[in-house]
């Protein structure tokens, strides 16, 4: 069988295999408990072992997924606690990132502000992928606005725990929009240094987005429960 990639791109075989598996699991597509083959994913993708081997020691360092004896790797449990934890982190972190963004805002960072405003708006309705990918490149161009190298550094470390929080709170009808809503109305009051409304769109945001995910864990639970009676 024709391998994807050549032997001699270890490197980036080695990272297309970690970003592809966190890819799925914080998008749902595996649920916690879920068993992860090294057999299976290396057919899946067409490649040696070896990565995949590395990958998922990777990915057990970050606690996506953790070996159980006799039963292998498996997809951890990230509890609602840790999921709320980092909401009350983002609470603090990501207005003081809006807030600096404002008051050190220039030139090239408001063109940047401008042109991402435009695609933003032009994606409304397009493909959900789409809109994942750019929820992450919204986030990093707010707080690298903020012109803070360790805010950005503490920011990037919850990334992944944002992503995922996020595409579980877009589980609940018409929230993609709203949060896209939210994203473009933060970076024009960023663009026009309004500090003060920033911060405020920020916290609502978050807050927003708490109540999305809330709002979907506890349809989780009613599910199960209903499926135990």
């Known amino acids: ?3 994807i990639w050549e ?9 297309h295999a970690y970003l592809y598996l966190k890819k799925l699991i914080l998008e749902g597509e595996y649920q916690a408990g879920d068993r992860l083959v090294e057999r ?5 993708l067409n490649i040696s072992r070896t990565p995949i081997r590395e990958a998922l020691f990777r990915l057990e360092s970050q606690g996506f997924v953790k070996t159980v004896p006799r039963k292998g790797v498996v997809i951890s449990n990230i509890s609602e606690d840790e999921v709320l934890e980092v909401f009350t982190i983002l609470s603090s972190l990501e207005v003081l990132a809006v807030k600096l963004a404002a008051q050190r805002m220039d030139r090239e960072t408001q063109k940047e502000l401008d042109q991402k405003i435009q ?3 032009e994606l409304d309705g397009q493909a959900e992928e789409n809109f994942n990918s750019e929820h992450i490149h919204m986030n990093q161009l707010i707080n690298k606005a903020s012109k803070s190298p360790k805010l950005y550094e503490i920011l990037s470390g919850l990334i992944d725990f944002i992503h995922m929080a996020a595409n579980m709170g877009y589980e609940t009808p018409g929230r993609r929009k709203d949060s896209l809503k ?11 240094r309004e500090s003060e409304i920033a911060e405020y769109l920020m916290r609502i945001h978050i807050e927003n987005s708490k109540k999305a995910y809330i709002a979907y864990m506890d349809r989780i639970k009613k599910k199960f429960n209903s499926q135990k009676v």
Do not use: F, G, P, V
């Open 1 to 3: 069988m024709e391998k």
């Open 7 to 15: 032997e001699n791109q270890l490197i980036s075989i080695r990272e």
């Open 40 to 44: 299976e994913l290396a057919a899946k």
């Open 119 to 121: 695609e933003l708006m």
């Open 182 to 192: 939210e994203h473009i109305d933060i970076m024009k009051a960023l663009r026009d």
